[in-house]
């Protein structure tokens, strides 16, 4: 880091204009700031990224949710027309 470097002036300058600004301005501002962020992140999430993240525990729940569905709709639901 250098003293007295342009881009770290105009970091500053930065911060502190955001420092002035009206709340209700700010609070807008870091709301659409956040929400942007969050749907970036999302887009970047694609089937890979859910593997990646699947344990075995979670495998069974969701293998285990389609069985009791199709058990429900075989035994029961034919019951309910």
């Known amino acids: 880091m250098q003293v007295?470097?342009?881009?770290?002036?105009?970091?500053?300058?930065?911060?502190?204009?955001?420092?002035?600004?009206?709340?209700?301005?700010y609070t807008l501002m870091r709301g659409e700031l956040l929400t942007s962020f969050?749907?970036?992140?999302?887009a970047e999430r694609d089937l890979q990224w859910y593997?990646?993240?699947?344990s075995?525990?979670?495998?069974f729940v969701i293998k285990d949710l389609y069985?009791?569905?199709k058990k429900y709709n075989?035994?029961?639901k034919k019951y309910l027309k």
């Open 4 to 25: 007295g470097n342009q881009e770290i002036s105009e970091n500053l300058e930065t911060y502190s204009s955001k420092l002035k600004m009206d709340e209700a301005d």
């Open 38 to 42: 969050a749907e970036k992140r999302s």
């Open 51 to 54: 593997l990646k993240r699947l």
């Open 56 to 59: 075995l525990r979670t495998f």
């Open 67 to 69: 069985t009791n569905r």
């Open 74 to 76: 075989k035994k029961f």
